[in-house]
T-cell receptor, first 109, second 117 residues
């Protein structure tokens, strides 16, 4: 089966630093990897999508990379703020998504 | 951006009863919607794909007779949990794609917390 693994359950960083979250996948490369933000008791909110043939995607303070050799995607938040504190989910697929368990990010003032 | 709503946001029911959850796309039409389930501290798991005007397709291990899906219009899909049991207690979330083909973004509803006593 195609799995998505986010090995870090939680990440604590200081405000202003760059947060880097990791997503690993098994078996063949997915055509798409997506990143979502989920706040407690809420549905996920789409952040970024990266295609298999793209190495990097950016949106404002967010950056996603896709490394098919390492079977890994990295998600970066630069100049992090306390408001960025949330759970970040990685998912493979385009419409029918397979999600990882998420990494809970806490940005301290 | 596009908005997906769910109703109710939470529901408590007795074991053996049925519960209906609605998912609506408020400002766009969705021929396809997706239903997910999320247990505490676990990932979202796709349950089924809801298709407007036709039968839903269910993921392996999901009982179609227990989780009835109806996609009666281009803006509404419903999930009915029949004969609910405590193990069905979970966070149910729907999603719908919006956008031109190839650029679709998945918009998720706010979720429905189901507690079965």
């Amino acid at each position: 089966s195609q799995k998505i693994e986010q090995n870090s359950e939680a990440l604590n960083i200081q405000e202003g630093k760059t947060a880097t979250l990791t997503c690993n996948y098994t078996n063949y490369s997915p055509a798409y990897l997506q990143w979502y933000r989920q706040d407690p008791g809420r549905g996920p909110v789409f952040l970024l999508l990266i295609r298999e043939n793209e190495k990097e995607k950016r949106k404002e303070r967010l950056k996603v990379t896709f490394d098919t050799t390492l079977k890994q995607s990295l998600f970066h938040i630069t100049a992090s703020q306390p408001a960025d504190s949330a759970t970040y989910l990685c998912a493979r697929g385009f419409q029918k998504l397979v999600f990882g368990t998420g990494t809970r990010l806490l940005v301290s003032p | 951006g596009a908005v997906v709503s769910q109703h109710p946001s939470w529901v408590i029911c007795k074991s053996g009863t049925s519960v209906k959850i609605e998912c609506r796309s408020l400002d766009f039409q969705a021929t396809t919607m997706f239903w997910y389930r999320q247990f505490p501290k676990q990932s979202l798991m796709l349950m089924a794909t809801s298709n407007e005007g036709s039968k839903a397709t269910y993921e392996q291990g999901v009982e179609k007779d227990k989780f009835l899906i109806n996609h009666a219009s281009l803006t509404l899909s419903t999930l009915t949990v029949t004969s609910a049991h405590p193990e069905d207690s979970s966070f149910y979330i729907c999603s719908a794609p919006s956008g031109t083909s190839g650029t679709d973004t998945q918009y998720f509803g706010p979720g429905t917390r189901l507690t079965v006593l």
